[in-house]
C-alpha cells in the first residue's frame, strides 16, 4: 500500500500510546484532551491494527469498526465512502403510518447472516412492514447471542457478515421501501472483550447498574464518553444508512447534566438529518412513564421521536393470559387496557404495587404516535424461563384478539419475527461466553431472574448451550401449513384495514373510547367510524355496538348482528368498519351487512 492513514485514540490514562501493526509498534503523539495521534505509511483499507497501551499488548480500536476475528483481535480499517449506494432519494415513511418489525438476524434466517436476510425482505414487504428493526448487530464475544452485551459499538459482528455486507443488506432494504432500525445499546457494555477502561473514564464507580458501573455521562472525562456514544449513532445513519435507532434501557442511564445525553443525541441526529436531507428517527426503550422523553426539546423535553409501550403490552399480556405475577402484578384487568389504549401509560403518578409507590406522569396532550404498541418482543419473550411466544400460551383466537388490539390501536404496531404465523420456536436467552466463569454467572443468574415469576429455576435451558440458541431459528416452511397460514392471512387482514381506514391510523388519543364489562369479559374500542370488539369470554355473547357500520370483518365466522348488538363466540374479535371501495378490502373473513 502506499497510502498513509492518521490513528487517533483517546487514552488520558496512558503513559504512552502506540499502534501496532504487522508485529511493529509505531509511536504515537499526545494531544489536547488525552488524546493520541500517528500518521504512518502503508496503511489503508483493510489494515489491521491494534494500539498498545503503557507497552502491554495490542487491544482493538474503541471505534474499530470491523473486528474479523472477534472482539479480542486486532481492529481492521474500513474505507465507508467505497461502498456503491443506490439509495440516493430514498426517504423512509413517517413513524405515524408504519408497521415495525423487529428481528434478530442470528436467528430469523437458517444461515443467520447480513446476505441471507436478503431473500426474506419479499416477504416483509408483502406482509406490509414498513420499518425493520434489527435487533443489536455490534460484535459482541462468541458466535451466537443476543446482542445486548457488545463491546465494539462501531463493528458489525463479524459472523453476521462484511460491513458492506450490512450495506448491501440496507440498500436492498430501502429498495423494497423498507426502512431500516439499529438497536443501540449505550447504558453498558459487555464484559467479554470489554477493554474501554484500560484506555480512559468510560463508566463511573458514582453508580451502580446490573451490569457493574455505569457508563460516565455526567462526571469527570465524561464529554469524550458522550462524544463517543453520539459518533457511534451518527456513524450507523450517516455511514450504514440506517433509518433510526432504538435506544436500549434508557432508564438505566445515569445522568445528572444541564443538558442530559438524550437531549444532546437527539440534537445530534437532528442536525444530521438535515444534513443528509433524510428523515432520521430516534426510539427509546423505557419504563419510566415519562412523557418529557418524547416531548419535543421547545416544550422543554428530550426530543425522540417514539418510545416503546410497557404499560399496553403489559396490559394485554395480563388480560389474555391471566398472568399477574412479577412486572404484570399492576395489570390484568379489562380497566387496565382500556386505560393503556386511551392514555399509553397506566401509571400516571398512580401507586404502583410492583414497585411500591407512585410512578409515572400523564402523557397529556401526546399523540400515541409516540408510543409503538406490541402484543410480543424479544424482551417479553425470552425472559420467560422457555421462551414461550403467545402461540405457546394462548388460543388461536385470543392469538387473534391481540393481533386486531396492536393493528387497530392507536399507537405504532410492531410485531416480532414470526410472530405474524405463530412460529413454533421459542425464543429463549441465549449466548456463547468463552470466558467459562463468565458463562457460569449468567447461567446462574437467569436462575436467580425467574423466581419473581414463580418458575422453577432448574427448568431452566442452559443460555450458553448451542442448542438453545438453533431452537430459536424461524421455521419458513411452516407458513404453507396450518395453523400458521390462518394467522398469517389474519395479520395480512388486519394490516391491508389499518391502511385503508383514516381513523385507524390517527394518532390522536382523546379521539379514543372504549368500553367494557369486566364481569362479562368483552371490551368495545371505538375510534372514529370504527369499532373493535372483544369477546374474551369463555362463552357466545352479545355485545353492544353504535349499529352504524355496514363491514364486519370477524376472527370467526360464527357471529351474529341483531340491532344495537354483535353475538360473538368466545374468544373472538370483530372490527365494524364503514362501507370500504373494494380495492380497500382486505381478503376474506368479510361480510356485507346491508340494514
Known amino acids: 500500500m502506499s497510502c498513509m492513514h492518521i490513528f487517533e485514540v483517546w487514552a488520558p490514562r496512558a503513559r504512552t500510546v502506540a499502534v501496532s501493526i504487522g508485529g511493529k509498534a509505531h509511536p504515537m503523539q499526545s494531544s489536547l484532551h488525552g488524546w493520541w495521534k500517528a500518521e504512518v505509511s502503508a496503511t489503508g ?148 472483550g470489554n477493554y474501554l477502561d484500560r484506555f480512559g473514564p468510560y463508566f463511573t464507580h458514582a453508580y451502580k447498574t446490573p451490569w457493574g458501573p455505569a457508563v460516565n455521562l455526567d462526571h469527570h472525562g465524561s464529554d469524550e464518553v458522550r462524544r463517543f456514544l453520539t459518533g457511534n449513532a451518527v456513524m450507523w445513519l450517516r455511514d450504514y444508512h440506517f433509518d433510526g435507532l432504538r435506544l436500549d434501557a434508557i432508564h438505566a442511564f445515569h445522568d445528572r447534566s444541564a443538558i442530559p445525553f438524550l437531549e444532546e443525541l437527539a440534537l445530534e441526529v437532528e442536525t444530521l438529518s438535515a444534513q443528509l436531507g433524510r428523515h432520521l428517527v430516534l426510539i427509546a426503550e423505557s419504563d419510566l412513564n415519562d412523557p418529557r422523553i418524547v416531548t419535543c426539546r421547545e416544550a422543554g423535553g428530550f426530543g425522540l421521536d417514539a418510545q416503546w409501550s410497557d404499560d399496553f403490552h403489559h396490559a394485554l399480556h395480563a388480560v389474555l393470559t391471566g398472568e399477574t405475577n412479577g412486572y404484570y402484578h399492576d395489570f390484568g384487568s379489562l380497566a387496565k387496557l382500556a386505560t393503556a389504549l386511551r392514555q399509553a401509560f397506566v401509571h400516571t403518578g398512580t401507586y404502583s404495587a410492583f414497585r411500591g409507590r407512585n410512578h409515572g406522569k400523564p402523557a397529556t396532550g401526546l399523540s400515541g404516535h409516540r408510543f ?43 410485531l416480532f419475527q414470526g410472530e405474524e404465523f405463530c412460529a413454533s420456536a421459542p425464543f429463549q436467552y441465549f449466548t456463547q461466553h468463552e470466558d467459562i466463569e463468565l458463562a457460569r454467572n449468567v447461567s446462574a443468574g437467569r436462575r436467580s431472574e425467574f423466581s419473581a415469576f414463580g418458575w422453577n429455576p432448574e427448568d431452566l435451558p442452559d443460555p450458553q448451550a448451542h442448542a438453545t440458541f438453533e431452537r430459536a431459528k424461524l421455521s419458513w416452511d411452516e407458513l404453507q401449513s396450518e395453523p400458521h397460514a390462518s394467522l398469517l392471512a389474519w395479520y395480512k387482514k388486519l394490516i391491508t384495514l389499518r391502511r385503508s381506514l383514516s381513523s ?92
Open 45 to 192: 483499507p483493510g489494515t489491521d491494527y491494534g494500539f498498545i497501551i503503557d507497552g502491554g499488548a495490542p487491544l482493538p480500536d474503541p471505534r474499530s469498526a470491523y473486528q474479523p476475528h472477534g472482539v479480542d483481535a486486532l481492529s481492521r480499517l474500513v474505507d465507508h465512502a467505497a461502498f456503491h449506494w443506490t439509495d440516493r432519494n430514498w426517504q423512509a415513511r413517517p413513524l405515524s403510518s408504519s408497521l415495525v418489525y423487529e428481528l434478530h438476524i442470528g436467528t430469523f434466517t437458517p444461515q443467520g447472516t447480513f446476505r441471507s436476510t436478503l431473500d426474506r425482505l419479499d416477504y416483509l414487504a408483502d406482509l406490509g412492514v414498513t420499518h425493520v428493526e434489527l435487533m443489536p448487530i455490534n460484535e459482541f464475544s462468541g458466535d451466537w447471542g443476543w446482542g445486548y452485551d457488545g463491546v465494539d459499538l462501531y463493528a458489525p459482528h463479524h459472523v453476521y457478515g462484511t460491513p458492506d455486507d450490512l450495506k448491501t443488506l440496507i440498500d436492498a432494504s430501502h429498495a423494497k421501501g423498507l426502512a431500516v432500525l439499529l438497536d443501540v445499546v449505550y447504558n453498558h457494555l459487555g464484559p467479554s
Open 372 to 414: 409503538l404498541a406490541y402484543s410480543q418482543n424479544h424482551d417479553q419473550i425470552g425472559n420467560r424461563a422457555h421462551g414461550e411466544r403467545l402461540c405457546h400460551l394462548l388460543s388461536p383466537g385470543r392469538q387473534k384478539i391481540a393481533a386486531a388490539l396492536v393493528l387497530t390501536s392507536p399507537f405504532v404496531p410492531m
Open 504 to 595: 385507524l391510523t390517527d394518532g390522536r388519543l382523546d379521539r379514543v373510547n372504549v368500553a367494557f364489562d369486566g364481569r362479562a369479559n368483552w371490551l368495545v374500542m371505538k375510534r372514529g367510524d370504527a369499532e373493535v370488539v372483544c369477546n374474551f369470554a369463555a362463552d357466545s355473547q352479545a355485545i353492544p355496538i353504535s349499529g352504524n357500520n355496514k363491514e364486519i370483518f370477524c376472527s370467526e365466522s360464527a357471529w351474529r348482528l341483531r340491532p344495537g348488538l354483535i353475538e360473538l363466540p368466545s374468544d373472538s374479535v370483530a372490527i365494524l368498519t364503514p362501507a370500504l371501495p373494494r380495492q380497500d378490502h382486505p381478503a376474506a373473513c368479510r361480510r356485507r351487512c346491508d340494514p
